[in-house]
């Protein structure tokens, strides 16, 4: 049986291209006090089931994420949320800079937001920015909504 990410991937369907970038990574921000334990799949079907924390860099498609974790409550979470049409709203509403077309480029990034009452993402663009007077690299930071839920 296929899944719904390979028949879009094998119909083109799931090329959103990157917005403000070449790639971007993923990048998890977790209530620690409060979290007890947790994985993610993100990927092309068949990926492999993380632990939940730290981040990964090198994406070029967008996938489904798969999220299982547990708070120290008791309270226990399965979410699965199909990154590319939140993607695809988020350059709808938003001009988003192409740090392709800069100067000293930049990165991008999805950070998923795991608290004890909120899951959240945000789309960050990082731009490079070279300043003379003190001959250092620094970083102006975009950040976009893409995704937010209360959780009970």
């Not at 990410?5 to 070449?22: F, S």
């Not at 924390?53 to 974790?69: I, K, P």
């Not at 991008?108 to 250092?136: F, G, H, P, R």
Request: aromatic fraction near 14%; proline fraction near 3%; charge should be neutral.
């Amino acid at each position: 049986m296929m899944t719904a990410t390979t028949d879009c991937a094998a119909n083109g369907i799931n090329e959103v291209k990157v917005p403000g970038n070449y790639d971007y990574g993923i990048d998890f921000k977790i209530d620690w006090k409060n979290f007890e334990s947790g994985t993610y799949m993100y990927g092309p079907m068949g990926s492999t089931v993380r632990r939940l924390g730290g981040a990964r860099l090198g994406y070029e498609l967008f996938f489904d994420l798969t999220l299982d974790f547990r708070f120290k409550d008791g309270r226990e979470y399965h979410e699965k949320i199909d990154i590319r049409p939140l993607i695809r709203e988020l350059v709808k509403k938003h001009d988003i800079p192409d740090m392709t077309k800069t100067k000293w480029g930049g990165g991008a990034d999805l950070i998923i937001s795991i608290n004890v009452d909120k899951l959240s993402m945000v789309y960050e663009v990082q731009e490079s920015l070279w300043k003379e007077s003190t001959k250092q690299m620094f970083y102006k930071y975009y950040r976009y909504p893409v995704f937010e839920k209360t959780l009970d």
